[in-house]
């Protein structure tokens, strides 16, 4: 039975008078997204004023260039348009990716063991429904290679039909281990579209243009990563997908970004989930959820707050490793080693020895997705 198309249901709990500081903006997404996913519907003929009426878009938004709409607007608008078309691919390909067919490939995948096979077995899946765009993985001892390359060339919104496979699988991937998989750098076939800024909060700020080929990096040992949901927690995935996937994973994330900030402040003192919630005016349960609204938890924000501080720190000072430890809170040295290993694969002084021999940090910090 194909899943509920419906957006997953946020309820608005907004945070008392007495919070001294503002919360962050509302996420939003750049007009040209939104044309991107329409272009499929209009090359049809369709007009498309009703369903953006029906996602609460104003239609004549479309003619201004600098627009943006919140992020939840947007993944309303996504599972109407893939409702209407009966295709999940938006009317972008020679063959129409019948309702259900996101559903099925998480139910391909999320049996697989480790993320390189969901990954592998997602590229077989891709192979049969997506004919048009082949999905291949690389991988060397420290990076891997995840490829979107076109079999056919794509005449109808071409350049969101990459972002939007990516987007899929990467959102996907992340969600199969319970945590953000960093992208290091992302490669795109097209030359910088004007809404590129968008792109350091969705994919990376190492995006880069004019490729021949689509080619998304990440850290090589994250292929080994075990996958953490079940059956259960996939019918919870699947209420208002794959349009919710829009809304997660990504680096303004309103709630997650508080916790963030709270728990930066904090340094080197470190907070407990109750803490920090205490702090945002939340029951810890109420935390909890919120943040499993936005596709994290309070421990993979905490651990990549404190991945980003560590390998910026030793990537930019002279501080002893120890001394980097303390700042973040950590009990001693010993269990900052534990969790620098956890979090990229190394120990922290080889981490800092690689970043010397090559020169530079080119791989430091900035680039967690909670």
Avoid at 114 to 142: H, K
Avoid at 153 to 159: E, M, N, P, Y
Wanted: glycine content about 6%.
């Amino acid at each position: 039975m194909p899943y509920p198309e419906k957006t997953a249901n946020r309820s608005a709990e907004p945070a008392p008078s007495s919070v001294a500081s503002p919360a962050p903006a509302r996420a939003t997404v750049a007009i040209a997204f939104v044309q991107g996913m329409l272009a499929g519907l209009q090359n049809s003929g369709r007009d498309g004023s009703r369903l953006l009426e029906q996602a609460h878009i104003p239609p004549a938004i479309l003619s201004d260039p600098t627009a943006r709409i919140p992020v939840d607007r947007y993944a309303e608008l996504y599972n109407l348009i893939n409702q209407e078309l009966d295709d999940e691919g938006f009317g972008l390909f020679s063959v129409p990716l019948r309702t259900g067919t996101f559903e099925f490939l998480c139910r391909a995948i999320i049996t697989a063991p480790t993320l390189a096979d969901a990954i592998e077995r997602s590229i077989r899946f891709l192979r049969l429904v997506l004919p048009d765009l082949a999905v291949r993985l690389a991988s060397t001892r420290e990076q891997a290679h995840l490829c979107i390359v076109e079999t056919r060339r794509l005449t109808i919104g071409r350049v969101f039909a990459f972002e939007w496979l990516l987007r899929l699988l990467h959102g996907v991937f992340s969600w199969l281990v319970g945590r953000g998989i960093v992208l290091d750098s992302v490669a795109f076939p097209y030359s910088r579209p004007e809404h590129a800024d968008d792109y350091s909060l969705i994919y990376t700020a190492r995006s880069t243009f004019d490729a021949d080929t689509l080619t998304a990096a990440f850290a090589a040992h994250l292929l080994e990563l075990p996958i953490r949901r079940d059956e259960t927690a996939l019918q919870t995935f699947l209420d208002g997908a794959p349009g919710r996937l829009t809304t997660l994973y990504r680096r303004d994330r309103e709630i997650v970004q508080r916790v963030r900030n709270a728990l930066r402040s904090a340094l080197p003192v470190s907070l407990s989930l109750s803490e920090v919630a205490h702090a945002l005016h939340f029951s810890p349960r109420t935390l909890h959820r919120r943040l499993e609204d936005e596709g994290s938890s309070f421990q993979t924000i905490k651990d990549a707050l404190r991945r980003d501080v560590a390998t910026s720190s030793l990537a930019k000072t002279r501080q002893a490793v120890a001394e980097v430890a303390a700042e973040l809170g950590f009990a001693d040295t010993a269990a900052f080693y534990r969790a620098f290993v956890r979090w990229t694969g190394m120990a922290p002084a080889h981490y800092r020895r690689r970043l010397q021999a090559g020169g530079g940090a080119s791989r430091a910090g900035g680039n967690a997705t909670d």
